[in-house]
């Protein structure tokens, strides 16, 4: 069975970044009938929040990508310290005591000398006697001893990947202070979790690389990964400096739809174009991960609005209903109202408007050069309630008394009426109204 997961730490919220590795891998799931896990990594008690925990919950079910089971790493950490037993059977877990200053001083002193900044594995020298003089001093940290050889695979985006490792730092499993570090944690969830396939970011693929040692050392089955592309601003900027506004809750309250976003994020950075789809299914069905490059893909946060519209120009009444009679649109009304204005809003946001237009009366735009033409229309306008025939029993005086045709007539009358330039088909709006402009 195919297995993915998608492990955020809840020490934020979402943000779109998190939301392609997420997308990714309930995709890979979903089209083989397999099993999603949302995994919390959750193992620093300092930064992780229940409020951002259940603000990780709440985004993924506004967005449909539902989970068939949570897991938390904070109830694990024994299988981790088992991991980290059986790692020092091997001989394959060695004690460190070096302070990020002297390791900070030792990397500078390699830079210096033309060599790479890889840890130097003065761990692995010292006696029980200098160990225990340390422990006296300071809390050791402990690496993981990677056999210095290519690591080497084939990824789901990015194709063969070979990673000399030796030229690869022995990476830290366990801090001074007893945290379990991510790259620990992450290979024996994936292990025992029965992981099959792993799609994140295209910064993890030197930890893939000590990953794949570690799972071997622990006599795992290694999944198969891909690395997706990172994303950028429009320009290409760095976008981990807007993050902080591309929260999925702040998306959500600037009207963006669920299914614009998952439609965007499905399709960049792939050959495919972007489609707006109408389901979930339609997703999966046209997902393909092969189709994806390895370039840094520009997102643009003002792509999603077309999108948003697009996708609402398409739904049915029924979709909206609810929302519609919280405006307080009559239930008569209800469905024309509808009819009338889902071609002319970008967001649910924009029914409001239209409404309080409908209801309390626009305020107008009239040019100084119009001021005495509309005011010479209004002159002619019938009593209300209008009908679907007002429209053009009315512009049809106004030409006829006036002279005006064309944009010349038809333009500031729109204006004046609705205060916009642009909107509905003036017949079907019309009907709608319950009270004239603020004249």
Request: proline share 5%; hydrophobic share 40%; net charge negative.
């Amino acid at each position: 069975m195919t297995v993915t997961r998608f492990a955020p730490s809840p020490t934020g919220y979402l943000h779109v970044g998190n939301l392609r590795t997420a997308l990714f891998n309930w995709l890979i799931a979903r089209q083989a009938g397999g099993t999603f896990i949302l995994r919390l990594d959750d193992t620093d008690p300092e930064r992780s929040k229940t409020e951002y925990a259940d603000g990780i919950k709440e985004d993924l079910e506004w967005l449909g990508l539902t989970w068939d089971r949570v897991e938390t790493q904070s109830s694990r950490l024994d299988r981790y310290e088992a991991a980290a037993d059986a790692l020092r059977e091997k001989e394959r877990f060695y004690e460190c005591f070096e302070t990020p200053v002297e390791l900070d001083l030792k990397r500078k002193k390699q830079l210096n000398m033309g060599k790479p900044p890889v840890y130097d594995r003065a761990g692995l020298k010292l006696s029980e006697e200098e160990k225990a003089a340390l422990r006296a001093e300071r809390t050791g940290h402990w690496r993981f001893l990677l056999d210095q050889e290519r690591i080497e695979w084939v990824d789901g985006i990015l194709g063969n990947i070979s990673i000399d490792a030796a030229s690869v730092s022995d990476p830290v499993l366990i801090r001074g202070d007893g945290q379990v570090l991510y790259t620990l944690a992450s290979v024996v969830d994936d292990t025992e979790m029965g992981i099959t396939h792993v799609v994140r970011g295209s910064d993890h693929v030197t930890n893939t690389a000590t990953q794949i040692q570690i799972i071997e050392a622990l006599g795992g089955k290694v999944p198969s990964f891909a690395h997706h592309s990172l994303l950028t601003g429009p320009q290409g900027e760095a976008l981990s400096k807007r993050l902080g506004t591309l929260a999925l809750r702040d998306l959500r309250e600037k009207g963006v739809e669920p299914m614009a976003l998952l439609s965007l994020m499905a399709r960049l950075g792939s050959s495919d174009p972007v489609e707006v789809r109408s389901s979930h299914q339609e997703l999966i069905d046209g997902f393909d991960l092969n189709r994806f490059g390895a370039a840094p893909t520009k997102f643009d946060s003002e792509d999603l609005y077309p999108l948003t519209a697009r996708f609402l120009h398409g739904l049915p009444f029924d979709a909206v209903s609810a929302q519609i009679a919280e405006l307080g649109v009559p239930d008569a009304l209800a469905e024309s109202f509808w009819n009338v204005v889902r071609e002319n809003i970008t967001t649910r946001g924009d029914m409001a408007g239209w409404w309080d237009v409908l209801k309390n009366g626009a305020e107008p735009l009239v040019d100084p050069e119009d001021a005495e033409f509309v005011a010479q229309a209004f002159g002619l306008l019938p009593e209300l309630p209008f009908d679907e025939t007002t429209w053009s029993s009315w512009t049809a005086s106004v030409k006829e008394a006036t002279g005006r045709k064309g944009k010349g007539l038809f333009m500031p009358l729109r204006k004046a009426l609705t205060g916009r330039q642009r909107g509905p088909e003036m017949a079907d709006f019309l009907p709608l109204m319950q009270t004239l402009p603020r004249l």
